[in-house]
């Protein structure tokens, strides 16, 4: 990474390569989870949620 920075209501972070490319990450756990429901289609299974979250109880996302 060549630079980080937030965006000024703080729910994005952006990231700068070396080679130019700017990536933008959501920062907000509500948003995060909109669009992890709208990308997937519904919640993640109970399965899914213990292997991608493990450290996490399972909650109804969508």
Same mark, same amino acid.
């Given at each position: 990474?060549?630079a980080?920075? $937030?965006?000024? /209501? !703080? +729910?994005t972070? $952006?990231?700068?390569? !070396?080679? !130019?490319?700017?990536f933008a $990450? @959501?920062? /907000?756990?509500? +948003?995060?989870a @909109?669009?992890?429901?709208?990308? @997937?289609?519904?919640? *993640? ?5 213990? +292997?991608?979250? *493990? /450290?996490? *109880? $399972? +909650?109804?996302?969508?």
């Amino acid at each position: 990474m060549l630079a980080l920075s $937030y965006s000024t /209501d !703080g +729910r994005t972070l $952006y990231a700068l390569t !070396g080679d !130019g490319a700017l990536f933008a $990450y @959501v920062a /907000d756990g509500p +948003r995060a989870a @909109v669009l992890l429901c709208s990308r @997937v289609g519904g919640p *993640p299974s109970r399965a899914d949620w213990s +292997r991608c979250i *493990p /450290d996490a *109880p $399972y +909650r109804e996302l969508c």
